[in-house]
T-cell receptor, first 114, second 113 residues
Framework: DTGVSQNPRHKITKRGQNVTFRCDPISEHNRLYWYRQTLGQGPEFLTYFQNEAQLEKSRLLSDRFSAERPKGSFSTLEIQRTEQGDSAMYLC????????????FGPGTRLLVL | AQSVTQLGSHVSVSEGALVLLRCNYSSSVPPYLFWYVQYPNQGLQLLLKYTSAATLVKGINGFEAEFKKSETSFHLTKPSAHMSDAAEYFCAVRRGSQGNLIFGKGTKLSVKP
């Protein structure tokens, strides 16, 4: 069990550029979550998948944000036309669905938009 | 709607002193409650979770939390602080059947030698 991994760990981009982050969950986990964390705040839920199905996406911050999990394994989060307000830590978590569900988090991708 | 309030954005204790981090929740259904710890520039690590099996929950690194329904609280404690406990701590409630967590704003714990 190697845990949840995220790549890249850091990303610096210019305003207006597109960025994509990758998350690899714990191998047997069927749920995958994306959260955003800004300075001094707790993580804020964005979206989640069960297997390849995206079950909740209304919390994505705008239509510039999209996420995929094409084969029910890794997931990508894309931000188009980045803005300075998108600067944050993007966290991924995975879990096994059920009443005892516990989410395990990756190390995060820190995005800085200049 | 479910929510979590963490009282005190910053708590400072001396090494060896009691650690008490406060968390109050609001939930219309029996909640699932969690405490996570975050070290600088890292992700969140699970400390402990309450899933209705027992009101006193023991976690890793000597931490424990007590679920008090009458007070809607889930405070985190540790009898004796260690320098390595310095980090930010987040309380979270699981939002119904959907599974996503709702987090408090966090409490930064400092430990003085």
């Amino acid at each position: 069990d190697t845990g949840v991994s995220q790549n890249p760990r850091h990303k610096i981009t210019k305003r207006g550029q597109n960025v994509t982050f990758r998350c690899d969950p714990i191998s047997e986990h069927n749920r995958l979550y994306w959260y955003r964390q800004t300075l001094g705040q707790g993580p804020e839920f964005l979206t989640y998948f069960q297997n390849e199905a995206q079950l909740e996406k209304s919390r994505l911050l705008s239509d510039r944000f999209s996420a995929e999990r094409p084969k029910g394994s890794f997931s990508t989060l894309e931000i188009q036309r980045t803005e300075q307000g998108d600067s944050a830590m993007y966290l991924c978590a995975s879990s096994l669905a059920g009443a005892q569900e516990t989410q395990y988090f990756g190390p995060g991708t820190r995005l800085l938009v200049l | 709607a479910q929510s979590v309030t963490q009282l005190g954005s910053h708590v400072s204790v001396s090494e060896g002193a009691l650690v008490l981090l406060r968390c109050n929740y609001s939930s219309s259904v029996p909640p699932y409650l969690f405490w996570y710890v975050q070290y600088p520039n890292q992700g969140l690590q699970l400390l402990l979770k309450y899933t209705s099996a027992a009101t006193l929950v023991k976690g890793i690194n000597g931490f424990e939390a007590e679920f008090k329904k009458s007070e809607t609280s889930f405070h985190l404690t540790k009898p004796s602080a260690h320098m390595s406990d310095a980090a930010e701590y987040f309380c979270a409630v699981r939002r119904g059947s959907q599974g996503n967590l709702i987090f408090g704003k966090g409490t930064k714990l400092s430990v003085k030698p």
